[in-house]
Structures are given as structure tokens and as C-alpha cells.
């Protein structure tokens, strides 16, 4: 759980809730109505004594949003898997994966009817499935909560929070739906479908990506070999579709084989260039018509493709021994999801204000604490460490407490003689959470525009 601003880089600022040992069929969802318990107390209001002003004083603190991956949030939301007919926490999109026409252009790129908290409070009230959502989608028809992907109310709990509602409390995360969703499938796809027996087209490509290694204007330099892209993590993506597009354009433009698929990639690197940035200073209007133009472009150049290759692959299974089957893009669920993403931006703030990839490195320090347990009893294990983290903290950072007289008591000197002569930064990293605090997968230093290489297609972020 992570607290409104403040730094989200900081592991100070990360606070630890649970874990939940895979036992007896246990689930993350099975502590919600507990964790909802303290969370309506805060979304009410609790005294709690404040330091500086040395008096109780009222802290209301409500849920904001709740950041995860597409699937954690079907199962936060209660919603059937990504083959269902309605897999969208958002809206009521209908998504026909296996049939042989596609959708028109224009429904895979407009709104659809959103879902909204009535929707979802009226599914969690009743255990009876066959309730009925009255025009939901936007073709009119009465379908029931089971025909509309609701599939359970195990985190119907979470609906009793005044501020939260799961339609619009869930927001778009940008590196499972671009990095590892659309980029990681269209790279694949390039690599595995496109070019798979193209090796002087692979080879020349692996050299114009090794022509970006001198380029002083990235924070990460593209080193890693692009036969090998199907076990790429989020930062390899991130670098890779800054300079891809570009070198896909001006260095392959005689390649018929490259033609189709080449918009794709333009249209996904404008998408980056603007989605990747920490904040707008002006103009943020035109900046969210810019995001839903170029999600808009990026879709409608996937159909085009998938257009295409489904009757590529029609024709060619006329005269072929094996069948082939061609898995259309603009079908997923990951990319739908794009067409969210402008209302959640207005919400919460560009994309890196929500993203996932901060909760995600905790992950490090949780498995440095493993390696020094015996492996018996690893939650409780954990989350003893964690405690016992957090109460020092609080020490150190000056907190007071209560004395089993009910008198408060507060940190003596010799914990400030203590640390002198110490590094408090390594004793804050040693005792408050690992070796390593997080990084920043969109810093460029202090780079400046004049050093950025010729042809990228843009830089993601710079500190002034």
C-alpha cells in the first residue's frame, strides 16, 4: 500500500499489509472483509496523535485507487476470466474471439456502455446469478449477471467503501497493457512470425539495434540479443520501442515483408512517447486528445493487420496440409483495455502515477528476507520482519507511543548518538528494507535533448 504523495521510489514510503500462505485453497481475496474493516474506519475518519502539533488530531483516509495486473483486477472486481464475452471491468465491450469475422473498425476503437458501482453493487447483492442488469449493453437486451462475466462476491466487501467503485477505481496499467501486453506481442510476433525465416532481415536488425548502444541520450541501453524477446521484462520493451519503430522505418523501407506491420509499430511509439512521461505542466486538454488519438490510430492500424492476415491465413489453408489459425490483436482484452486509459489519466494523472512497477520491486526485498528463514513458515516469517521494520522506523523517524501506564513516551538521544558517525542512508537501507532501494526505469540523469541520438523515437522523461 503506497500513500498519496509521497515518493513511490522510496521503500520508506511502501507499507506492507499481508501475506497469504497457499493452504487449504486460501486466496488474497480471503482478508479482504478484514482489511475493508479497518478501511472503512479510516474512510470515516480516526483520531491519531500527530507528532508536530502534539495533539490528536482527525485522519480521513480513503481509497484512492487499487493498482494491479489485468487479471488480479477481474478477480478484485469479480469478473470472469479474459475468454469470456464481457471481460472488461469498464464497459460492456463484447469480445468474439472465435469467430472467423472481425469486428468493425469502429467498435474496437469507440466507447461502449461502461459498467458503473450501480452495476456492480446490484450483481453482489443477490447469490441468485440470474439477476438482471437493465440495459447494460448498448444493443438493449436484459442480460443476467452470469451472462455479463459477474462471476462470484468474494470481494463484494470491498463495495461497502464509500470512495471505491470498481469501475473507475481500477485504472489502466500501463506496463501489463503496453510494455508487456501490445509491445511484447507485437515484438514476438515480428520476431517468431514475420521474420522467422528471415535471417539476414533478423541480422541487419540486430545491427541497427546495436548502432543505439553509443547513444548517450537513453537511460538504458538496448543490449539485449532480439532473438530472445519473448523473455524480455518490462524495462527491455520500454527501451527497445523508443528505437524500434524508427529503425523499422527508415532502415527497412524496402522490405515488402515489413510493410504491414510497420504503421503498427509507428502508431505504438507515438503511444509510448506520450504515455511514458511523469507530468504535463501545460496543456493537459490537448495532451489527453493527443493520448485518445493515438490509441484510437494504434487500434485502427491493428485492424488493419489483422484484416489482413485473416485472409492471408484464410487463403493459404486452402491449398495447406495443416491448418493455420491467425490470433487477432485487436481482440485481446490487454489492448481494449487502451481505449480506457484518457479517463483514467484525467483521474489519477499521466500513466507513471499508477503504474505497477514500484509494487512490484518490493518483490526483492520480500525475497531477501526469505533467503534468512528456513523456508517452514515463510509468511509468518515475513511478516514478523516487515513488523519489526515498520516499529523501528516509526522509532527512528521520531513517532511516539503509548506506555502500558497510557503515559506517551518518545525516542531518547541516544538513538541520534547512535547513528553519528554512520551512514544513515546505508543503516536506513540495512534495517528499513533490503540492500537496494527502487529505481527508476524513467529517469535520463542529466541528459538533455541536444545529446539525444538521431532516430529515437523519444526519450521518456527529463528532470530540470
Not at 491465413?313 to 487477432?328: C, W
Not at 512490484?360 to 513488523?387: G, M, P
Amino acid at each position: 500500500m503506497c500513500e498519496a504523495a509521497k515518493d513511490r521510489l522510496s521503500i520508506e514510503n511502501i507499507r506492507f499489509i499481508a501475506t497469504v500462505p497457499k493452504k487449504n485453497g486460501a486466496k488474497g481475496v480471503s482478508i479482504l472483509p478484514i482489511l475493508v474493516r479497518d478501511l472503512k474506519a479510516l474512510e470515516k475518519g480516526v483520531l491519531m496523535f500527530c507528532e508536530k502539533d502534539k495533539q490528536c488530531v482527525l485522519v480521513i483516509a480513503p481509497v484512492l485507487w487499487i493498482g494491479a495486473d489485468t487479471p488480479c483486477h477481474s478477480e478484485i472486481c469479480g469478473l470472469s476470466g479474459p475468454t469470456s464475452l464481457y471481460p472488461c471491468r469498464k464497459c460492456y465491450v463484447c469480445i468474439h474471439r472465435l469467430k472467423d469475422s472481425l469486428p468493425d473498425k469502429e467498435y474496437c476503437t469507440d466507447p461502449h456502455k461502461r459498467r458503473t458501482r450501480k452495476h456492480y453493487v446490484l450483481a453482489n447483492s443477490m447469490s441468485d446469478r440470474t439477476t438482471i442488469i437493465p440495459d447494460a449493453p448498448t444493443d438493449g437486451c436484459n442480460l443476467s449477471v452470469e451472462d455479463l462475466s459477474f462471476q462470484d462476491r468474494s470481494t463484494g466487501s470491498l463495495l461497502e467503501l464509500d470512495a471505491f467503485d470498481p469501475s473507475s477505481g481500477t485504472p489502466v496499467e500501463v506496463i501489463h497493457t503496453i510494455l508487456l501486453g501490445i509491445g511484447k506481442y507485437m515484438v514476438i510476433h515480428l520476431m517468431n512470425g514475420i521474420l522467422k525465416s528471415k535471417k539476414d532481415i533478423i541480422q541487419r536488425l540486430k545491427t541497427c539495434l546495436d548502432g543505439y548502444k553509443c547513444s548517450t541520450g537513453l537511460s538504458r541501453k538496448f543490449t539485449r540479443n532480439i532473438n530472445h524477446s519473448g523473455s524480455y521484462v518490462g524495462r527491455d520493451f520500454k527501451v527497445l520501442l523508443q528505437i524500434l519503430p524508427v529503425i523499422l522505418v527508415t532502415d527497412f523501407s524496402n522490405e515488402p515483408i515489413l510493410d504491414r506491420i510497420k504503421p503498427c509499430f509507428v502508431e505504438l511509439g507515438r503511444l509510448c512517447s506520450l504515455v511514458f512521461v511523469r507530468e504535463v505542466t501545460s496543456g493537459f486538454d490537448d495532451y489527453l486528445v493527443e493520448v485518445d488519438l493515438s490509441v484510437r490510430r494504434l487500434l485502427g492500424q491493428l485492424h488493419n493487420y489483422d484484416t489482413f492476415k485473416r485472409a492471408e491465413v484464410k487463403e493459404n489453408n486452402k491449398t495447406a496440409k495443416i491448418k493455420k489459425k491467425y490470433t487477432a490483436f485487436c481482440t485481446k482484452r490487454k489492448i481494449h483495455n487502451l481505449t480506457h486509459l484518457k479517463y483514467d489519466i484525467r483521474r489519477f494523472g499521466t500513466a507513471l502515477q499508477f503504474e505497477t512497477e514500484k509494487g512490484e520491486q518490493f518483490n526483492k526485498h520480500i525475497r531477501e528476507h526469505l533467503f534468512h528463514t528456513n523456508h517452514k513458515n515463510t509468511s509468518r516469517d515475513v511478516c514478523l520482519k516487515l513488523a519489526k521494520q515498520a516499529a523501528l522506523q516509526y522509532v527512528m523517524d521520531g513517532g511516539s507511543w503509548l506506555n502500558e501506564n497510557g503515559q506517551r513516551e518518545r525516542p531518547g538521544c541516544g538513538i541520534a548518538a547512535f547513528l553519528q558517525g554512520k551512514s544513515e542512508k546505508k543503516f536506513r537501507f540495512s534495517f528499513f528494507g533490503g540492500s537496494r532501494d527502487f529505481t527508476s526505469n524513467n529517469d535520463t540523469g542529466d541528459r538533455d535533448e541536444e545529446r539525444i541520438k538521431n532516430n529515437s523515437f523519444g526519450a521518456f522523461i527529463f528532470y530540470q
